[in-house]
């Protein structure tokens, strides 16, 4: 093999190796955790759509597992933890229905994890394996063995506890010295055991002090209008009105020293085709022209023009051409000359040439002060902008004297830029929820079935008096318990007992109340009649994945229970078994034989039934029947009667 095509082979087998890095998901976790370990897993990825507790399921082979666990999204990455059973066994994670990217492709799929279970008991464990919050918070912390002494690390702060085997206690951590969006964790350890638990505190942004708005006292506005410029000393205590302008103005020297009427801040000239005597006063003077008829629509005009004038009605002057600082010629007024207009740029000739800018305006407004020198073209609506400050002092493309402010998702900032909001999620102070979802059950007639549900409190507040509704299952269903406290961080069984006498099928909702607080489960129930060939894996559906088993994780004969056959009925509560057995904890009893009196009933039906028949065929085989008598007679007669005999007799 040459050199060239070594170097090729080489490089393929790189490229083919990095494949698997190229995906765009991640799932980091542990292949194998202790008995009733905090299992935290950490997923990285592009998700089109938020992932959510209910697509989150446990299994151990074809049996569905509730836990304690929850869902949170930290930044751009999704965090689950889970309380993990203390049996020994292999597990899967599943989140169904996930809708990411992967390597570029759009995709909605199941996400499974296969992990298993083993060892000894862990000694202690963190319940919750993550916080988003934006307030003080706590995290429980159990001891499964012996006393433990606990230390956690925050934010440069450690604390540590004593836990005696078979208690939780509550570390609690303050949040008040914290003004900004946090992302940290909290590290507890105790003897080789670590936890690194996601914490992330949002805090909202301080918002501007509110300025008060002083409002000047109004004084009336003065009767008499300012139709000139010019006025005289002696009305120096008089002012007028001008309502092109909405302004009061008053008499005052200009710098020419002429009285004029105008603000303190800015002394109008004389009016045009007046000019300002040593006497103080503004004179006509006869050789100037008329107020010109032609009104400056732009800023540009033409060296030719500069004997000539426009009329500026925004600001109620006469414009002359006279040349800027830039060199190019525009109207203006004796040392105020303006630039050329927006969109437009000096060139050497002096003259204001239309340029669009190159550079397209963005898609937010905002920009940088070094871009002041610089405009953008938007292309929708067709103009140039440049870049400005805004009333709240941030940089922004805009129009002249048009300013926009920050985009919607941005803030003004104190240092003039407009930047983006951290938005601010402040988590549900209740979370209580099902861990069984959209669930499907096939129950059987006659037969009374005992199903767990399992509710957990996943939150921060401990939930005093949940009550359960099951208003729309009454017919059929009890529940137990129908009202009870649920602390942070805890589960409660429900049961469900489940009677029909008759088949059909019924939809509709079991929900957990507290306060306003409410969370559902859909529930749809079938009821069959019972057949023992019947695997009791197709009776139990949960988010659309079949289960084994929605009760005991035991066998029936552990149970010391007793499977039916199809001849017979269960006197007590049934259990679906892990095995997939319909185990009746009771005795199973034949089906009763109908009663005597009933039987007698149908064989009176029965005899009375045939007699009225017999007794109409009788009649109608009557109505039918010959006379025999009278026919033998007739022809009795008939042969005998006499008869003319002719010719001569012969023997016969």
């Not at 790189?14 to 897993?41: C, D, H, R, W």
């Not at 006498?501 to 969370?519: F, H, K, L, M, P």
């Not at 319909?582 to 009663?595: N, P, R």
């Amino acid at each position: 093999m040459n050199l060239k095509r070594a170097c090729k082979y080489i490089l393929v087998l790189i490229v083919f190796s990095l494949f698997p890095l190229a995906s765009a998901l991640t799932v980091n976790m542990k292949q194998q955790y202790q008995p009733g370990e905090t299992l935290i897993a950490e997923i990285s990825g592009t998700f089109l759509d938020a992932l959510t507790p209910s697509q989150v399921y446990f299994y151990s082979e074809n049996t569905f597992i509730p836990m304690i666990y929850d869902v949170g999204k930290i930044k751009d990455k999704y965090y689950i933890y889970s309380i993990l059973p203390l049996r020994e066994r292999n597990y899967t994670l599943i989140i169904k229905n996930a809708h990411y990217l992967d390597k570029g492709q759009e995709k909605y799929q199941d996400i499974t994890r296969v992990f298993s279970v083993k060892g000894e008991v862990i000694p202690f464990s963190v319940n919750p394996g993550f916080i988003v919050t934006n307030q003080d918070f706590f995290i429980t912390v159990a001891s499964n063995s012996e006393t433990q002494t606990v230390k956690s690390d925050f934010l440069g702060s450690s604390q540590t506890q004593d836990i005696q085997e078979g208690i939780s206690k509550r570390v609690y951590f303050s949040t008040s010295q914290i003004t900004n969006f946090t992302y940290s964790s909290i590290k507890f350890s105790s003897g080789n055991i670590v936890y690194d638990v996601p914490v992330a505190i949002l805090i909202s942004p301080v918002p501007p002090p509110v300025v008060p708005l002083v409002i000047p006292p109004i004084t009336p506005l003065p009767t008499q209008n300012c139709t000139i410029h010019e006025c005289q000393q002696s009305q120096t205590q008089s002012s007028c009105y001008d309502s092109s302008r909405n302004q009061t103005r008053s008499c005052t020297k200009n710098i020419s020293g002429c009285w004029v009427w105008g603000p303190y801040t800015s002394l109008a000239t004389c009016i045009q085709n007046y000019t300002c005597q040593e006497s103080g006063s503004c004179i006509y003077n006869p050789s100037n022209l008329p107020l010109p008829t032609q009104n400056c629509t732009i800023h540009e005009c033409q060296q030719s023009q500069t004997q000539s004038s426009c009329y500026d009605s925004s600001r109620n002057q006469t414009q002359t051409c006279i040349q800027n600082s830039s060199g190019c010629w525009v109207w203006g007024k004796p040392g105020n000359p303006q630039k050329c207009s927006l969109g437009y740029a000096c060139e050497s000739n002096g003259k204001c040439i239309y340029q669009q800018p190159s550079f397209l305006c963005p898609s937010t407004p905002e920009c940088l002060a070094g871009q002041t020198e610089f405009g953008c073209y938007n292309q929708t609506l067709n103009v140039t902008r440049i870049c400005e400050k805004n009333f709240f002092g941030c940089w922004v493309w805009s129009q002249y004297g048009n300013p926009q402010t920050c985009a919607s998702s941005y803030i003004c900032a104190g240092n003039g830029s407009c930047v983006k909001e951290q938005p601010v999620i402040v988590p549900p102070s209740v979370k209580l929820r099902f861990v069984e979802s959209d669930l499907e059950l096939k129950v059987f007639q006659n037969f009374k079935h005992k199903i767990e549900l399992t509710l957990i409190n996943t939150g921060q507040v401990d939930l005093e008096k949940i009550k359960i509704n099951f208003s729309e299952f009454k017919s059929i269903m009890n529940v137990s318990p129908k009202e009870f406290n649920l602390d942070s961080g805890s589960s409660r069984k429900i049961y469900l007992f489940i009677n029909s006498n008759r088949t059909g099928s019924i939809n509709g909702s079991i929900s957990a109340n507290v306060g306003e607080y409410s969370t559902n489960l859909f529930l749809n129930i079938q009821i069959l009649k019972y057949n023992s060939s019947i695997y009791q894996g197709s009776l139990i559906k949960i988010g659309g994945n079949t289960s084994l088993n929605l009760g005991d994780e035991k066998n029936c004969s552990e149970l010391e229970g007793k499977v039916c056959s199809s001849n017979e009925v269960c006197n007590a509560d049934i259990i679906y078994t892990i095995k997939g057995e319909v185990c009746c904890q009771g005795t199973c009893k034949a089906k009763e034989k109908e009663s005597s009196s009933s039987n007698l009933l149908l064989a009176i039906g029965l005899i009375i039934g045939i007699i009225v028949v017999v007794f109409f065929i009788a009649r109608l085989r009557a109505k039918k029947k010959p006379n025999v008598m009278k026919e033998t007679l007739e022809k009795y007669e008939e042969r005998y009667k006499p008869k003319e005999i002719r010719g001569n007799l012969e023997k016969v």
